[in-house]
């Protein structure tokens, strides 16, 4: 796990530690020294840690006008035992939030393991962005993360599913990529993202 880097090919039109509304601002980050794990399994020092022992994130792309962001996940995502959910929504999302950013993209194809527990931040979450028109997206997840998912009733609160799996996001601009994820959510065609850009 410690090669697999969060994407960086966006990283000349954004990076959370230099922007000042980011609850990851002002994070510095070696190259070389290998510090949080998953279980047993060293993970790439660009990966930021928010409370989880075995979750890490990475936030892509944040565009304050158009309100959305795009985050990477990687490692397990435990909800049962460590709720890192509530580490989730209280340190990372609640902020970005109050800074107007009501649309939330999550690539979760690196998270290998989802254990849910109850749905109330989810709920939360959901009841926090809806008012302005917002959403939350899990995209390509692995299909037994999704299984749990369902277990766990999360389809309520958050878009997830067939329809936003195998999505060809890399290739292409973060705008666009926004815009293909919105019009899936709100059950238009999906015209946006060519399978080669």
């Not at 994407?7 to 509304?21: E, F, G, Q, T, V």
């Not at 649309?103 to 254990?115: G, R, Y």
């Amino acid at each position: 796990m410690h090669d697999i880097e969060p994407y960086y090919k966006w990283r000349n039109k954004y990076i959370a530690a230099r922007d000042s509304r980011s609850p990851f601002y002002g994070r510095t980050y070696s190259e070389f020294t290998f510090t949080n794990k998953v279980y047993n399994y060293y993970i790439h020092p660009q990966w930021d840690e928010f409370g989880s022992a075995t979750l890490y994130l990475k936030v892509l792309f944040a565009d304050y006008e158009e309100g959305f962001v795009i985050i990477e996940l990687i490692g397990e995502w435990n909800d049962c035992i460590d709720n890192d959910i509530m580490f989730l929504k209280r340190d990372v999302i609640d902020p970005m939030i109050k800074e107007g950013l009501h649309k939330f993209i999550l690539i979760v194809e690196n998270v290998l393991n989802f254990h849910g527990s109850d749905d109330a931040y989810y709920e939360e979450w959901y009841e926090d962005v809806a008012d302005e028109g917002g959403w939350v997206c899990v995209v390509n997840t692995l299909p037994h993360v999704a299984d749990e998912m369902k277990e766990t009733q999360l389809q309520q609160f958050v878009n997830f599913g067939e329809e936003f799996n195998s999505l060809n996001w890399r290739p292409h601009k973060p705008q666009l990529f926004f815009k293909a994820v919105d019009a899936l959510v709100n059950g238009e065609l999906r015209r946006y993202l060519p399978e080669e850009a």
